[in-house]
């Protein structure tokens, strides 16, 4: 039976976000959590014990036979809830993993494999990049540096250098769901911006376009402004944003009574979003696309050998998922010899001439070749639909957009800020033309 206690206790807990503490009779926290209206989460834990008999009882046989699921064996221990209330959903989450990390609760850690939690990591490097790594990657990696520590001959030149950097990095977490910190990432990246890729370039960078990192190495920032977004960041991932307020109030008056208006606006700017943070992925609990549920997006590709069996691919993306019933396959016409763009040109005008719905945004597999040519179809056709190019390297691994900083509709910008669902898409449109490209190549050596 839930005890009058801890009903006492859940009564009068507020409904607002925040953390919640779990202690056993010897004021020992067993758990940490979070949540978005802590009456409601914590209650949630109590809910199944309103009835007389399924109060469990520590010293149970079937407890001690461990017959017990390890959510009721942690209940049946609560004596005291405690709760620390948050301003934001985002400062819970970076709450509950500093007091995990400080207190190591029972059972918040016990039966987590190396894979449940995550960490963020910001990189020791001239310009750091924040990271995020899971716990066995940063086993791995602590091993590396025991190895090298007990080595004195030379360390093996391939591998990879980001290893030796998050070595001496600085770590934030455990958290509980990576998908949630993602998400608090990209909330925490639109007010102090960085610059994430291993290159030390911002060439084709999808982020640099959409203004999600500041552009370090294309001269567009200067490093003690870069090392201010860092400190932004370190100070929110510590809890310390009340701090990281006062600051930005001074230097907004600062830049004010040195009338640079434009730092001062900018120090403002800051303020404003740390005051409003918007967070409704994490208030959800849920992971959701980037696109509308109705939003169509069309990714295009083409295929063939050295102009030989040369087939392009249609595929549709409607709300982040793929709408396999409106794939079209063209076989090339009219294009001889290899002229990826000419094959392009043909595929899209035989699209247009069709009565299909038409979508908000099209991607073409391809650059600034490409993407001319598609604008210059859409225009003779005076058809006015967003388009942009994606070039890939050889291995398909990097994503280099080109168009993106002509669009201004701020769905569209979502979408290319995912750069997962981006891939995602351009990949099957690939995998599309790739398959078509094959089937029509076999049946010609079947038929010859």
Not at 198 to 222: D, R
Not at 261 to 284: C, G, M, P, W
Not at 298 to 327: L, R
Not at 347 to 376: A, S, Y
Request: proline share 2%; net charge positive; charged share 30%.
């Amino acid at each position: 039976m839930l005890n009058a206690k801890i009903k006492a206790q859940i009564k009068q807990l507020s409904t607002t976000s925040g953390v919640y503490i779990f202690k056993n009779k010897i004021g020992e926290i067993i758990y940490v959590g979070k949540a978005t209206n802590l009456k409601n989460r914590v209650g949630s834990y109590f809910r199944f014990l309103s009835d007389t008999n399924l109060r469990i009882n520590a010293n149970d046989v079937n407890m001690q036979m461990g017959m017990v699921r390890p959510i009721e064996r942690m209940i049946s221990q609560v004596e005291k809830i405690k709760t620390i209330e948050t301003e934001t959903v985002l400062e819970a989450l970076i709450l509950e993993a500093n007091l995990i990390k400080k207190h190591q609760p029972k059972y918040n850690v016990e039966g987590k494999d190396d894979k449940t939690f995550s960490y963020i990591v910001i990189t020791k490097e001239y310009f750091p990049r924040v990271l995020i790594l899971r716990e066995t990657d940063l086993n791995s990696i602590k091993n590396l540096k025991l190895k090298i520590k007990n080595e004195n001959h030379e360390v093996d030149k391939k591998i990879h250098n980001s290893k030796f950097i998050i070595q001496n990095s600085f770590i934030y977490g455990p958290y509980t769901s990576n998908a949630q910190i993602q998400i608090a990432l990209k909330i925490i990246r639109k007010i102090f911006p960085y610059h994430s890729r291993n290159e030390k370039s911002e060439k084709g960078c999808l982020e640099f376009q959409l203004g999600l990192c500041p552009g370090p190495y294309a001269g567009a920032i200067s490093k003690a402004d870069y090392k201010k977004n860092i400190q932004g960041i370190k100070m929110i991932l510590s809890g310390k944003k009340k701090n990281l307020l006062k600051l930005l109030e001074k230097e907004m008056q600062k830049y004010s009574k040195e009338e640079k208006f434009e730092r001062a606006q900018e120090a403002k700017n800051k303020i404003f979003a740390l005051k409003h943070i918007q967070e409704i992925a994490l208030l959800s609990g849920e992971v959701k696309s980037s696109a509308n549920k109705d939003f169509r997006v069309e990714a295009y590709d083409i295929s063939n050998i050295s102009g030989e069996f040369a087939v392009g691919s249609m595929v549709v993306f409607t709300g982040g998922e793929p709408d396999k019933a409106q794939y079209r396959k063209f076989k090339i016409k009219t294009v001889a010899g290899s002229n990826d763009t000419a094959m392009m040109r043909e595929v899209l005008l035989r699209r247009l001439r069709n009565n299909w719905k038409l979508p908000d945004l099209m991607i073409l597999d391809g650059g600034r070749g490409h993407l001319n040519m598609g604008i210059r179809v859409l225009g003779e056709n005076s058809i006015a639909i967003p388009l942009i190019g994606v070039a890939k390297g050889a291995e398909r691994k990097k994503i280099e957009v080109v168009g993106a900083d002509n669009i201004k509709n701020k769905k569209i910008l979502n979408i290319l800020s995912d750069t997962k669902l981006l891939k995602r898409i351009t990949d099957e449109a690939h995998r599309f033309a790739i398959t078509y490209h094959k089937k029509i190549r076999d049946k010609e050596f079947r038929i010859s």
